[in-house]
């Protein structure tokens, strides 16, 4: 157990919906990070929050957007879904907002299908 | 940001063989060298993990090594057993750019 919970850990919508993905980082952590890993695919970087702030901004779509909520919860929102964004939604976290500082804590994913 | 890339993608040894898998990347700024292990289904872990002022690092089964001025690093697993097969990726990064992973190297351990 990594520390960090994802929810919902399953999530079936159809194209056109809007989407609403939560997670906590574990305990102390500042930095909250969302990765999208669709089929057979590499982990590619959406946007990092750190202490409430946006800190770095990777291939995110205009129809995503996340944001880092006081108490440290991070939520990624998807609208206008398409059959494209069927994928596992990682979030991560860090103790600092710097990269390369250490390890990144994975939590377990949440697997979104559009139909 | 870092052009990062794995080789080989997929890899495939006997039992009981070695694996190394080579990560390339393309900022010299870059000072910290991890590699991550995604089983099929799990979220990725941290296996070991290297910095800059070190050239080779070792982990029971498992060593990473760094060539800084080629900007290369490799991760080296001996005696494989069936439970190494994974995704195994690498994420290169200076103290800005812990945000990209490699392409990923898919290892099969052959009983």
């Known amino acids: 157990d990594s520390g960090v919970t994802q929810t919902p850990k399953h999530l079936i919508t159809a194209t056109g919906q809007r989407v609403t993905l939560r997670c906590s980082p574990r305990?102390?952590?500042?930095?909250v990070y969302w990765y999208q890993q669709s089929l057979d695919q590499g982990l590619q970087f959406l946007i990092q929050y750190y202490n409430g702030e946006e800190r770095a901004k990777g291939n995110i779509l205009e129809r995503f957007s996340a944001q880092q909520f006081p108490d440290l919860h991070s939520e990624l929102n998807l609208s206008s879904l398409e059959l494209g964004d069927s994928a596992l939604y990682f979030c991560a976290s860090s103790p600092t907002g710097l990269a390369g500082t250490g390890e990144l804590f994975f939590g377990e994913g949440s697997r979104l299908t559009v139909l | 940001g870092e052009n990062v890339e794995q080789h080989p993608s997929t890899l495939s040894v006997q039992e009981g063989d070695s694996a190394v898998i080579k990560c390339t990347y393309s900022d010299s700024a870059s000072n910290y060298f991890p590699w991550y292990k995604q089983e099929l289904g799990k979220r990725p872990q941290l296996i070991i993990d290297?910095?800059?002022?070190?050239g080779e690092k070792k982990d029971q089964r498992i060593a990473v090594t760094l060539n800084k001025t080629a900007k290369h690093f490799s991760l080296h697993i001996t005696e494989t057993q069936p439970e190494d097969s994974a995704v195994y990726f690498c994420?290169?990064?200076?103290?800005?750019?812990?945000?990209?992973f490699g392409t990923g190297t898919s290892l099969t351990v052959i009983p």
């Open positions: 305990s102390g952590d500042l930095s």
């Open positions: 290297i910095r800059s002022n070190v």
């Open positions: 994420a290169p990064s200076d103290t800005g750019n812990q945000f990209y």
